[in-house]
């Protein structure tokens, strides 16, 4: 059984919302909506200030809280990807309250919409919309339980982070640290 | 000036449009519907049924990358990167995607218009405004001669528009790409190389083991394909020096951020040559083999030290220092990265000299991890007829501009106000422009001259996809296609992977829009000049060129819209006087300038003011997208970058929404604040495009501020024309 996961390199990724634009086209998310989103994170050390960009959208969580809270079990895990079907779901929201990462929103035909991954193109020879665009290479998408694929690979080689660890819902979204070195501010 | 009343200066885009098309006449129904069923013959597929993927190149920036997009019952729905093409390789930013905003914007000129009084233009047919415009063009070309006739362009669409120039015998031409903005870096290489770096940068920011960056803001510039080798260059390791008084996306990348002084970049590209020179930090061997002036150039930047530029940068002359070392220890592998928008402080061919001389002390040149030499595939001529003219130019730009290579808009403008141009002879007076694609209120700085020039025009025709403030100067507008309903010129860039690409309508024209092909052809066939555009529709040009090269339409349709062929090396050699890399520039000297570049202290705000500096975003392009629907959801409007100390000072805060006002008094819009340390003290950033004034763009009006109506001064080049606009000091008003 696959269990699917996806890696954001904060190396390279330059917000530039490529991704999507493209998820929306190959979705059809409606106007005024996304599946995925970038964001900016300024911080600042001993070294000066520290910029992370990067893409995001649904974590597709091991331990899925949205999954566990869904009354008609609309919310579901298959190969490792968070679906919903949109026939059982009620638009009751517990799952919009119940995600940690804001993943998810009700779309105007009153269900829940989020990022699938693009699951309708697994076992195709496409990548999902926002990994295939991705002018930066950032993203990549991948069999986690595959150790020759390039996200295992890479997950092995790089070091990286999961947003809101604190949450225990183990998140399958991976950022890989910069492999980039800042010079030190004092000189 | 008996038709003054028709180009008042009143905000002429408030413009109302009396009527639609039908008021344009039954008769100009008809003959739409018979061009629209020509037009049809144009597709390259019948994409009028069923689902198609058809490639093409993009438009919506400069780049021309290659797209493959998807019709479905004659509606084009998608847009994806077309793998198969060397500079998308099947991926785009969000403006390549976010086309089809542009192709069905509902703003979208609909029909062409004449100007009917002082704000109101009536809708009219193609016959009528194309015999209203060739009748004025003959009366002007009759009374004035041709050279008084003047193209304002942008683009590949322009391409039948010059055509037509020949045609009528006119070389006054200019367009905002030059003095505006990279002009000033390809004349400064010209210099020094004999050649540029290309309008695809040429440069292997994928190998290069150590990059230097003088502003060059990528990843909010999303040229693609520049974009994908830098991050690949990333990935990789490289190590990247970023001199910016902004911290940008790529300073944020970047091993070193030298948060410059805005103005004195000069001083620091000196003492960077200092370094390399007397440390013995240099590509010896390249300079030795190819350039001529190195002693002149080592005694020239003799005192300019790292501690002599250290005051006028405000950066640490151990920082100069140490990023000068780790330049000149990863030759052969390292660059300093051309630019592109060059147009800052008004000595910008010296910069960009300095600049070249930099990147051949690292012996950049011709390396495959710094300026690599393009090969490229030659696009056979179409047998255009010999035009029966000599061209002319309304004045003589090489008396000007004698090391220049095209005619800064700025001249054009000028030479539309009696006794405006200076520098030059003027032998006829500019009494007619033709703007194809370009909003030069926006895109050319002190708009207001603009506003001037236009009031002494006998005729001024804009053609364009959609309103803009230029619009609101037209006597009559005409309807452009978008880039998906046209063909036009194909792309054939030099390049490491040497490619032609189609550029083809995926859908039929909108409305009443007709390609620029057509519209330049009609025009000359009511100058009796027809026989100049010997062709029925352009795609018998490109069927003519592709069949030259032993291919056909249907043939680099079946290849993904694409022709490649395998990458030679050109030999170097340098186009300059001397045959050599000038390092010391006798023809400049020759003219009158600095055979090398020196340091010129450029003046700083007062008290209160702050430089205004602008730039991109990555999700649009100048105000040409800033009305587009899929675009503007990702980016809405664009903001005041203000440091936290000057906020604190202002009493701004973030979100609050304030105007800002030049030192000539010229208010903006108001415009949202957004309080960050990723910019200095002294300046203050907005993204370039927004601020529109026309009420036809139902989504942009009034949406964020115009960097550009700020941009009253400007220190013009004296050696190419380039309009230097970083100049402008802004203060805040509440």
Not at chain 2, 504 to 530: C, D, M, N, T
């Amino acid at each position: 059984m696959p269990s699917y996961g996806m890696s954001i390199d904060l190396t390279t990724c330059v917000a530039c919302d490529a991704c999507v634009l493209a998820c929306k086209m190959e979705n059809k998310v409606p106007d005024g909506y996304a599946r995925d989103w970038t964001e900016e994170i300024l911080t600042e050390d001993n070294k000066g200030l520290n910029l992370e960009l990067f893409s995001n959208r649904c974590q597709h969580c091991e331990d899925a809280p949205c999954v566990s809270v869904c009354p008609t079990e609309a919310s579901y895990i298959k190969d490792g990807i968070v679906m919903i079907n949109k026939d059982l779901c009620v638009g009751c929201r517990q799952c919009i309250s119940g995600c940690p990462y804001g993943a998810r929103y009700l779309h105007p035909g009153s269900y829940v919409d989020k990022c699938t991954f693009c699951e309708h193109r697994t076992g195709t020879d496409r990548k999902p919309a926002c990994v295939e665009v991705c002018p930066t290479s950032s993203l990549v998408f991948g069999d986690l339980e595959d150790p020759k694929s390039e996200i295992s690979d890479l997950l092995q080689k790089r070091k990286y982070k999961v947003l809101k660890k604190e949450k225990n819902t183990k998140p399958k979204y991976y950022l890989l640290l910069p492999v980039y070195n800042k010079a030190s501010k004092a000189s | 000036m008996t038709t003054i009343t028709r180009r008042k200066f009143i905000d002429l885009t408030k413009s109302a449009i009396i009527g639609g098309a039908a008021v344009a006449g039954a008769s100009a129904l008809l003959s739409e519907t018979a061009a629209s069923a020509a037009n049809d013959k144009e597709l390259a597929n019948d994409a009028s049924q069923g689902e198609w993927v058809i490639p093409s190149y993009c438009d919506v920036c400069f780049m021309a990358c290659g797209i493959n997009v998807t019709v479905k019952n004659g509606r084009a729905i998608k847009i994806e990167g077309n793998p198969e093409h060397p500079i998308s390789r099947g991926k785009l930013c969000p403006r390549g995607t976010g086309g089809l905003g542009q192709l069905y914007d509902p703003d979208r000129l609909k029909t062409p218009l004449i100007r009917t009084g002082t704000d109101q233009f009536k809708a009219v047919s193609w016959q009528e405004a194309l015999k209203y415009v060739a009748d004025k063009m003959q009366t002007i070309i009759d009374t004035h001669g041709p050279e008084s006739m003047a193209l304002l362009k942008h683009g590949k669409g322009a391409n039948q528009f010059v055509q037509l120039w020949h045609a009528i015998g006119s070389k006054t031409e200019g367009h905002p790409s030059y003095a505006q903005c990279r002009g000033a870096r390809d004349i400064g290489w010209d210099l020094t190389f004999g050649k540029g770096p290309g309008a695809i940068e040429r440069v292997g920011l994928d190998q290069a083991e150590v990059v230097a960056f003088i502003g060059g803001h990528l990843g909010e510039n999303m040229h693609n394909v520049t974009v994908q080798d830098y991050t690949t260059g990333l990935r990789k390791g490289s190590k990247h020096i970023v001199v910016d008084p902004r911290y940008s996306t790529t300073a944020s990348k970047a091993k070193h951020w030298l948060p410059i002084r805005p103005g004195t970049d000069m001083a620091l590209l000196l003492a960077w040559i200092h370094v390399l020179i007397y440390e013995d930090l240099y590509d010896r061997e390249f300079i030795e083999n190819n350039a001529t002036g190195f002693d002149a150039l080592k005694q020239h930047v003799k005192q300019m030290t790292p501690e002599w530029a250290a005051p006028y940068t405000g950066l640490k002359a151990a920082d100069i220092r140490r990023t000068a070392q780790e330049l000149g220890k990863a030759i052969p592998n390292a660059l300093l990265y051309p630019g592109r928008r060059f147009a800052w402080y008004g000595d910008d061919t010296q910069r960009a000299r300095a600049m070249a001389i930099i990147n051949a002390l690292l012996g950049a040149w011709g390396n495959e991890s710094g300026v690599f030499l393009g090969d490229k595939i030659k696009v056979p001529k179409f047998p255009y007829p010999k035009s029966h003219h000599k061209a002319k130019h309304a004045f003589e730009t090489k008396e000007k501009y004698p090391l220049g290579n095209s005619t800064p808009v700025q001249d054009i403008i000028d030479a539309t106000i009696p006794g405006k141009f200076k520098g030059a002879t003027q032998n006829a007076p500019i009494k007619g422009w033709m703007v194809y694609s370009t909003n030069l209120m926006r895109s050319v700085p002190n708009p207001d001259l603009i506003a001037e020039a236009v009031q002494h025009l006998d005729l001024m025709v804009v053609i364009e996809t959609m309103p803009a403030e230029i619009t609101g100067y037209a006597d009559v507008i005409l309807p452009d296609t978008t880039y998906l309903e046209r063909y036009d010129v194909m792309n054939a860039p030099e390049w490491r992977e040497p490619f032609v690409s189609l550029r083809q309508p995926v859908v039929k024209p909108l409305y009443q829009s007709k390609p620029s092909w057509w519209i330049a052809k009609q025009l000359a066939e009511r100058l009796g000049l027809g026989e100049q555009f010997n062709y029925g529709n352009f795609k018998e040009v490109i069927e003519y060129q592709l069949q030259q090269m032993g291919s056909s339409i249907k043939d680099i349709n079946e290849k993904g819209g694409v022709l490649k062929k395998a990458y030679v090396k050109p030999k170097m050699k340098f186009k300059t006087d001397s045959g050599k890399v000038e390092l010391y520039s006798k023809p400049m000297e020759k003219a009158g300038y600095d055979p090398m570049p020196r340091f010129i202290n450029h003046s700083h705000p007062p008290d209160n003011y702050y430089r205004l500096l602008y730039g991109r975003t990555p999700q649009h392009t100048f105000s040409r997208t800033s009305n587009n629907a899929m675009l503007l959801e990702l980016f809405p409007e664009n903001e005041i970058w203000v440091n936290p100390e000057i906020a604190k000072v202002q009493g701004v805060k973030n979100g609050d929404y304030v105007s800002l006002k030049n030192k000539n008094g010229v208010k903006s819009n108001r415009i949202k604040v957004r309080v960050t340390k990723r910019i200095r003290q002294d300046c203050l950033y907005m993204a370039h495009g927004f601020g529109r004034t026309d009420r036809r763009l139902t989504k942009s009006f009034e949406v964020g501020a115009d960097d550009n109506g700020l941009l009253t001064d400007y220190e013009i080049d004296p050696i190419m024309g380039s309009t230097g606009s970083q100049v402008n000091f802004v203060t805040f008003v509440k």
